[in-house]
């Protein structure tokens, strides 16, 4: 699925640590950044809070029209739709050939909830100085993952590379603009000999 934007840009993707003794190096890789996904724990609100405390700070770094997304990571340990495993387990062949997602039981208790994360969207505008009017809504922005069964992951950067792409086709179209070809400089003539025109 994310193949289709290869053709458009090159990007990169960096994992900040969440342990403190990496904290500094999190302003090096927000530095540009055309987006940055913040992610927490959605059985844990200690993680919702320290993500605001210790790492808002760190997108300081980041381009001014960044977009920001608000991820509740192990989705798959609170919410039945998002555990059914990748290897299938979770599947259940009916007699008239027909497949059928089996429930599974929650195997923690959610501690964050989805406006909890909406909540934080809206601190970070206002911390970024950024108008709610003029960003994505916080109901776009705001997911809920499983990096073990992939439940929205690909919804997740999908939505980003739609907002982002497209900004960075057009900076590298006013950017061609401003290069010089250094082949067309080598029709002129020089008045005098020697290295300086």
């Known amino acids: 699925m994310l193949s289709?934007?290869?053709?458009?840009?090159?990007?990169?993707?960096?994992?900040e640590p969440g342990r403190e003794q990496f904290h500094g190096l999190g302003s090096m890789y927000c530095r540009g950044a055309a987006a940055v996904i913040l992610t927490y724990d959605v059985t844990s609100w200690q993680s919702l809070a320290e993500l605001e405390d210790r790492?808002?700070?760190?997108?300081?770094?980041?381009?001014?029209?960044?977009f920001y997304a608000i991820v509740g990571n192990k989705a798959d340990l609170t919410d039945s739709a998002a555990s059914v495993a990748e290897t299938g387990e979770e599947l259940e062949s009916n007699g008239?050939?027909?497949t059928t997602w089996r429930q599974v039981a929650p195997k923690a208790r959610r501690q964050v909830h989805r406006d909890d994360a909406i909540g934080?969207?809206?601190r970070i505008l206002r911390y970024k100085m950024l108008d709610?009017?003029?960003?994505?809504?916080a109901e776009k922005m705001c997911f809920e993952t499983s990096a073990k069964t992939g439940y929205n992951v690909d919804l997740l950067f999908?939505?980003?590379?739609?907002?982002?792409?497209?900004?960075?086709?057009?900076?590298?179209?006013?950017?061609?603009?401003?290069?010089?070809?250094l082949e067309e400089c080598n029709d002129v003539k020089r008045t005098k000999p020697g290295c300086c025109f």
Not at 4 to 14: C, D, I, K, M
Request: charged fraction near 25%; proline fraction near 5%; charge should be negative.
């Open 120 to 122: 934080l969207y809206h």
């Open 96 to 98: 008239d050939q027909s």
């Open 4 to 15: 289709v934007w290869r053709t458009f840009t090159n990007g990169s993707l960096f994992s």
């Open 55 to 66: 790492f808002l700070s760190l997108t300081d770094t980041a381009n001014s029209d960044c």
């Open 132 to 137: 709610e009017k003029e960003n994505p809504p």
């Open 158 to 181: 999908e939505t980003l590379f739609e907002m982002v792409v497209p900004g960075i086709i057009k900076k590298k179209a006013e950017d061609l603009s401003n290069t010089i070809d």
